[in-house]
């Protein structure tokens, strides 16, 4: 199985430990073996070391260590954003996220809008075991 | 600012002046005030002293000395509020017999304890005192601005109290029997505070449902990453 993700100039990873836990930034340099000089919209540019780093699938098109502005402008034509929040990866933080934030009565609604979803779904299994029974 | 004066008698080493005994009497001017006042000094005219009220000998006293405690000013203040805890607000009851249940807070009282109802039709409890330490403070606002609370204090929460009668047996039964049902006036108020209240929590979708259940902790839900 070949590696598909590499850490190359305008990688995107995701940031997995420390104080930007979560965020997404792009990979601008690489310092040496085990650190790569990292940039983001929203942080400072500044030096991770590849353990801090999850890798993602998006790559933008950028040159070594481009201005904040640059970046920022290659990171909208290529829709990090978008993109993203469109992978399932990006999809399943999301709903953690969503999830860690419910409110006591969210919770309870949530609970009543499960067992109407798991009663609606055994009805229409009933009556299909019906129809193969008949 | 005014120059500083020059001191009358300066000091040359510490405890020797400058100006002997005479010519200070003389930089003074006492010889002037004594002139002033026909040779004499000017004297104050003596106090005369305040009339001495003789006070009486208590009949009794105690053999020994009785220490007298130390005055206390201090009065008490109604407990800080938590910052999630605010009128309307539901709250979760963690101890006593309506542990877990989710009830609407109403407002603090003078004693600091926290006024709180089911409401009564909804989920059992009815208007109650409870410490706002063994409660849990929810995000969800309920609607309490028809609920008028204003004649519910702490004399109200407060227990009966019985004449004692040093009457027989059969007279304790009756009185007992008496005392277990509640007045029809305590069960009208709860009826007058719950009625607006019933009406707000319709206007929420599943929000009688929410009241109505308690709460506990499931598989996989930890206390202290649950959003209140």
Do not use: C
């Not at chain 1, 993203?84 to 419910?102: D, P």
């Not at chain 1, 067992?115 to 779904?121: E, L, R, Y």
């Not at chain 2, 009486?56 to 405690?69: E, I, L, N, T």
């Not at chain 2, 008496?178 to 006036?185: F, G, Q, R, S, V």
């Amino acid at each position: 199985m070949p590696f598909k993700r590499f850490v190359e100039i305008g990688r995107v990873a995701l940031v997995n430990y420390g104080e930007d836990y979560g965020k997404l930034v792009v990979i601008v340099d690489v310092i040496d073996q085990n650190r790569a000089l990292v940039d983001s919209p929203d942080m400072v540019r500044s030096q991770m070391n590849f353990k801090r780093l999850s890798l993602t699938d998006i790559k933008i098109d950028i040159k070594r260590v481009p201005k904040k502005k640059a970046l920022v402008a290659a990171m909208e034509a290529a829709d990090v954003k978008g993109k993203w929040e469109k992978s399932s990866w990006g999809r399943k933080l999301i709903v953690q996220k969503r999830r860690a934030s419910l409110n006591d009565f969210d919770r309870f609604k949530l609970m009543i809008a499960k067992i109407k979803k798991a009663g609606v779904v055994r009805q229409e299994l009933a009556k299909l075991k019906k129809e193969i029974a008949s | 600012m005014a120059p500083k004066q020059k001191a009358r008698n300066p000091e040359l080493i510490p405890g020797v002046g400058k100006v002997s005994r005479s010519k200070m009497y003389h930089k003074r001017g006492l010889w002037a005030i004594k002139a002033k006042n026909g040779g004499k000094f000017p004297v104050h005219a003596k106090q005369e002293a305040a009339a001495v009220v003789e006070e009486k000998q208590p009949k009794f006293y105690p053999a020994d000395d009785v220490k007298k405690p130390l005055s206390n000013k201090r009065k008490p203040k109604p407990t800080k509020l938590r910052a999630s805890v605010t009128p309307g607000t539901v709250l979760i009851i963690l101890t006593g017999r309506f542990k877990g249940k989710r009830v609407v807070f109403l407002k603090q009282l003078t004693s600091g304890l926290l006024l709180i109802t089911g409401p009564y039709k909804v989920n059992g409890v009815p208007l109650r005192r409870v410490n706002q330490a063994y409660v849990i403070g929810t995000s969800t606002k309920v609607d309490i601005s028809g609920v008028d609370v204003s004649k519910f204090d702490d004399k109200y929460f407060g227990k009966q109290v019985e004449k004692k009668k040093k009457g027989e047996t059969e007279f304790f039964e009756a009185e007992k029997q008496e005392k277990n049902t509640l007045p029809a006036e305590k069960k009208d108020d709860q009826k007058a505070v719950d009625a607006p209240l019933l009406k707000a929590l319709e206007s929420v979708p599943d929000l009688k449902a929410y009241l109505g259940a308690r709460f506990s902790l499931k598989a996989g839900l930890k206390p202290h990453e649950l959003v209140f």
